[in-house]
């Protein structure tokens, strides 16, 4: 019985930490229309952590690479809003990585 009992706590107490421990970095990025030819990024990880230094891609409709950069100091990146189709790939790393299609980033 005893036994049973250290046991039990044992397992709650890895089944909360588990699914904590499998969310804890994944990668945010929303970008927004300035309404002033510009878009701005921001970026971080579902822990609070900061995305400083994250790479950001933006990407033309074919795929040819317009302009590339990282994350400011406050997790931001700003750029001029390119003409026509374009797609923006906050890239963190291997599995850290989201692509948005400029249609869906509005004012």
């Known amino acids: 019985m005893k036994l049973r009992m250290k ?23 929303s970008c927004f229309d300035n309404a002033d030819g510009t878009i701005t990024c921001e970026g971080g990880f579902s822990d609070g952590s900061s995305a400083s230094g ?23 990146y700003t750029f001029k809003k390119p003409e026509g189709a374009y797609a923006v790939v906050f890239d963190a790393g291997e599995g850290h990585k989201i692509e948005i299609d400029g249609k869906k980033i509005l004012e």
Do not use: Y
């Open 7 to 29: 046991i039990i706590p044992a397992l709650i107490v890895l089944t909360l930490a588990l699914p904590g421990a499998a969310l804890a970095h994944t990668a945010l990025c």
């Open 54 to 76: 994250v790479g950001l891609i933006v990407k033309d409709g074919s795929g040819k690479v317009l302009e590339q950069g990282a994350m400011d100091k406050t997790s931001k």
